[in-house]
């Protein structure tokens, strides 16, 4: 059974946010780490970086597969977690926690409203 | 889409926490505790795996041999009773229409252990050859009624050994024997496909979850885990050991996928044979390498290898190797480029990612002290 914090939103390509005042933590949900299985390799962007809601920032690979980050809202990255270059597996181990993989100052706070809660995203991924 | 095929042991796998992919028209378990977890488990213990996807043909009667012989490129003759081979089978052009084992239990009755993917086509062409050459000989798929597993690790000798009354010290590596484990009549062969020192059992369907059940528990102690498909890949990988549909197809003959010891000059006749006797005259225009990348990239099938500035293959197989911990890869490339130390980069969406040729197996495991 996949964990969903109440208190996080969800994207539908299955990142989470944690919104602290106009900075939105960004990771991958439970769920999806679980999908990709051990994770060897995360590919984030520099801190700087502009990104766009619903656009790639990175990648996640996983033993068998690879698979595009999507944003979940739009902005400049002023955090990276530098820590998952060498420890990868920390987002399977804790995808909500030591996982977490940008912050985004965001641009447009608006866009929040466009995400799931967590039982939108529990419907989503049919739990 | 068509339905796909089970196991007899697929009731079993969520019992063990399996998640399950389609491979080859089945459902298959990819992992069980997770793919790093269960890779190191058969490169350091054991891991028990559900083949039993794989096909199983019995090949019996006065021309059987001739007709092994007509279609695979080893040489059957040369196998005594009790010994398996292992064997591409080549089409008119070369190219492989299959991988497989040969198993002789005796003069005129063998085994043939196929892809499962490659069942039907496999029975069709061998039967195929039988016919068009007049051979006295039955083919008989008899992949439904056998289920096979998989005990691979330096500990499966340890393991199995609780389980059998035969002794398996004196059964060395491509030979096998009918005998018990756990009371169940089982044929144990000494092969594998992990780059590790196993076994594979052949047993009746209807015996594989009493089997299953009873080796993990009796290896649990010792470290003994289930392993999925996706562990498969990457042991395999490691050491080299060529996956049909990626460094084996209908188009790669076995010269090019560096099997040119299993080609055998002296045996006569068999399919393919001019093509592949033109082929080594000449030198081949491409072939199998293994490439280390120099940088975090994992290059994945399909994706273009290039040197000076041109395309010169692309990747059959790729994945960050769990015991190296540096991503790998095999990739069919042209013959000029494709000696050990040779510079290349690998397009990996879209980025030129350093890489080089090395020697290969990329893994190779560590000799037994008291063989």
Known sequence: MSQIPADLKYSKEHEWVRVEG?????????????ELGDIVFVELPEVGAQVTANETFGTVESVKTVSDLFAPVSGKVVEVNAALADNPERVNES????????????????????????????????? | MAELKRTPLYPLYQAYGAKTVEFGGWEMPVQFSGILREHEAVRTRAGLFDVSHMGEFEVRGPDALRLLQHVVT??????????????????????CVDDLLVYRWDKDRFWVVVNAANIEKDYRWIAGWRDKLGLGAEVTDRSAEIALLALQGPLAEQILQGLTDTDLRPLRYYHFCEGRVLGKPVVISRTGYTGEDGFELYAAAEDSPALWEGILAHGQPQGLVPAGLGA????????????????????????????????KWDKGSFV??????????????????????????????????RADGREIGRVTSGTQSPTLKVPIALALLDADYAGVGAQLTVDVRGKEAAAVVVKTPFYKRPRRSDG
């Open chain 2, 272 to 305: 393919g044979r001019e093509v592949l006797a033109e082929q080594k005259a000449q030198g081949v225009k491409r072939r199998i390498a293994g490439i280390q990348m120099q940088e975090r990239a994992i290059p994945r099938q399909g994706y273009a290898v």
């Open chain 1, 22 to 34: 106009n900075r939105a933590y960004v990771g991958i949900t439970d769920f999806a780490q679980d």
């Open chain 2, 74 to 95: 080893n040489d059957v003759q040369r196998l005594e009773p009790g010994a398996a081979l292992y064997t591409p089978m080549t089409n008119e052009r070369g190219g």
């Open chain 1, 95 to 127: 995808p909500y926690g030591d996982g977490w993989m940008i912050v985004i100052e965001m641009s447009n706070p608006e866009e929040l409203n466009e995400l799931l809660d967590a039982a939108g995203y529990q419907a989503h991924i049919g739990g």
């Open chain 2, 232 to 263: 498969r890949d990457t042991l395999r990988l490691e050491a080299r050991l060529p996956l049909y549909g990626h460094e084996l197809t209908d188009d790669i003959t076995p010269l090019e996928a560096g099997l040119g010891v299993f080609v």
